[in-house]
């Protein structure tokens, strides 16, 4: 009895990118240039699968709710998620990147996006156990 031989496995090179993005409505389209920038660095080093930090966008310790639903954005039609999309395309790669959501005039999550060349793929809106850590 023979083994059958597995198809050939061709290797994906993969950049996980870390950006300092940095809260506050202001900064904002630094933080996007910053990930677009990054994007086609790791493309120009031959990755097809990049990903970014979690709220890469936005920043991490927004101080209230509100101040981070004014980050949110409408997924996959927000202006950062556009402008990923974009890069995606212009560079034949794939992106995982975090940005805070807005889903209609109060839902805020924390979401991953997943693109890929040919537009938006899919989303995971992150979840927590609801348990504190001492």
């Given at each position: 009895?023979?083994?059958p031989?597995?198809?050939?496995?061709?290797?994906?090179?993969?950049?996980?990118?870390?950006?300092?993005?940095?809260?506050?409505?202001?900064?904002?389209?630094?933080?996007?240039?910053?990930?677009?920038?990054?994007?086609?660095?790791?493309?120009?080093?031959?990755?097809?699968?990049?990903?970014?930090?979690?709220?890469?966008?936005?920043?991490?310790?927004?101080?209230?709710?509100?101040?981070?639903?004014?980050?949110?954005?409408?997924?996959?039609?927000g202006?950062?998620?556009?402008?990923?999309?974009?890069?995606?395309?212009?560079?034949?790669?794939?992106?995982?990147?975090?940005?805070?959501?807005?889903?209609?005039?109060?839902?805020?999550?924390?979401?991953a996006?997943?693109?890929?060349?040919?537009?938006?793929?899919?989303?995971?809106?992150?979840?927590?156990?609801?348990?504190?850590?001492?």
């Amino acid at each position: 009895m023979t083994t059958p031989t597995p198809p050939p496995v061709s290797p994906v090179r993969a950049a996980a990118v870390q950006t300092d993005p940095r809260v506050g409505l202001e900064n904002k389209d630094a933080n996007l240039a910053e990930t677009l920038a990054r994007i086609a660095e790791a493309a120009a080093e031959g990755a097809r699968l990049i990903v970014l930090p979690e709220l890469a966008s936005t920043g991490y310790a927004f101080e209230t709710r509100d101040e981070a639903y004014a980050h949110a954005e409408p997924v996959p039609d927000g202006p950062t998620c556009r402008a990923w999309i974009d890069a995606a395309r212009d560079h034949d790669v794939y992106l995982v990147a975090g940005l805070a959501e807005a889903d209609g005039p109060v839902a805020l999550h924390d979401t991953a996006v997943l693109i890929g060349p040919d537009g938006f793929i899919g989303r995971y809106r992150k979840t927590t156990s609801g348990t504190a850590r001492s």
